[in-house]
């Protein structure tokens, strides 16, 4: 009877930890989404709003670090159960830190919005946003119903927002080489540009850290690649 009460009190441990991911993601979704339309709309308050709003997915955070040393300590667990509260624990830091980036574009959104738009390019960054949302969702519900070819799918989508990165990044160049007007508006679009793009990246890690809790293997293939904006040259 001792036994099966061990079982039932972990299998609830676990549930919290998940319950406490899901809020987090949902949270870094909504702030990734509010910044950007922040962005869009020159909305100084909404852009307020996000930054102020961090803190929320900090505390989480902070929750789930207390959460799963309390696990560790008193469960031992072992293999898959370990697994889990350990993807638990790198999961949250993702989604921590993808909050940050979502604060990072709010910021710079404060200064844009004094500054006259620069081509096209914020509507280029909605749609790099707009994608890694939709990762971003899809991550979570593959970590909920441990489903591996979701978190797979993934994991390959992040080359569309390297493309985009890319090409946004030569985009802003030729903005400046046409006018030096532009340099301080586009300086700061590259960097909210690369803050997205960044926020991909740690929803690749999600989606690498889900298919490790699935199959108890890392994936066997490279991550791929299409950044090239380090290699960029406009003429």
Do not use: W
């Not at 079982?7 to 919290?16: A, C």
């Not at 998940?18 to 950007?36: F, H, K, T």
């Not at 031992?76 to 574009?105: C, F």
């Not at 946003?129 to 979570?140: F, W, Y």
């Amino acid at each position: 009877m001792e036994h099966e009460h061990i079982v039932s009190s972990f299998d609830e441990d676990l549930g919290r930890l998940d319950s406490i991911i899901a809020e987090m993601g949902g949270l870094a979704e909504r702030q990734l989404a509010d910044a950007v339309d922040a962005l869009s709309r020159r909305d100084v308050a909404l852009a307020k709003k996000v930054i102020e709003s961090d803190k929320q997915i900090d505390l989480l955070e902070e929750e789930i670090d207390n959460f799963t040393i309390r696990v560790l300590a008193l469960r031992q667990p072992m293999a898959e159960d370990l697994r889990a509260v350990v993807v638990a624990l790198k999961m949250a830091s993702n989604l921590e830190r993808i909050g940050d980036y979502a604060k990072n574009v709010a910021k710079r959104t404060l200064t844009l919005s004094a500054m006259e738009p620069v081509g096209n390019a914020t509507q280029t960054i909605q749609r790099m946003a707009r994608q890694v949302q939709s990762m971003i969702k899809n991550v979570l519900d593959a970590y909920g119903a441990h489903d591996l070819a979701k978190a797979d799918d993934v994991r390959m989508r992040d080359e569309e927002v390297d493309l985009m990165h890319t090409s946004l990044f030569r985009e802003l160049l030729t903005y400046m080489l046409e006018d030096p007007r532009n340099i301080t508006a586009c300086t700061h679009l590259l960097f909210v540009a690369k803050n997205v793009e960044r926020i991909g990246d740690h929803v690749t890690s999600i989606a690498e850290n889900v298919h490790f809790l699935v199959s108890g293997d890392k994936p066997a293939d490279e991550r791929p690649k299409n950044d090239l904006s380090s290699q960029t040259i406009v003429e």
